[in-house]
């Protein structure tokens, strides 16, 4: 089993950045990709970005691309998710997610983060 742990999130006024960070412990040697999603009040959890965690290639939504940078440093088994030019909404709980070889996708406990216009 994989332990995901999120920080980094917080309030930060339209057009300003925040970089998310999560740590992941126990498991990893079997980890292929991790990910970021989020989950605002009343929808439905979306993907946000991946990043294959060997050869770094990575996928975002369409909602974030150019403007959100997800990357990942081996070394200390965390993965970063870099937002820039933020917007109103954007507003959610961000997680983190890892999927391994035989196990299941293993999740954070979240981090808010909040956009204010």
């Known amino acids: 089993q994989v332990l995901l742990i999120e920080s980094g999130g917080g309030l930060v006024q339209a057009g300003g950045s925040l970089r998310l960070s999560c740590v992941a412990s126990?498991?990893?040697?079997?980890?292929?990709?991790m990910a970021w999603f989020r989950q605002a009040p009343g929808k439905e959890r979306e993907f946000v970005a991946s990043?294959?965690?060997?050869?770094?290639?990575?996928n975002y939504a369409d909602s974030v691309k150019g403007r959100f940078t997800i990357s990942r440093d081996n070394a200390k088994n965390t993965v970063y998710l870099q937002m820039n030019s933020l917007k109103p909404e954007d507003t959610s709980v961000y997680y983190c997610?890892?999927?391994?070889?035989?196990?299941?996708?293993?999740w954070g406990q979240g981090t808010q983060v909040t956009v204010s216009s």
């Open positions: 990043i294959r965690w060997n050869v770094g290639s990575t």
């Open positions: 997610t890892a999927d391994s070889y035989g196990s299941e996708k293993a």
């Open positions: 126990g498991r990893t040697s079997s980890t292929y990709r």
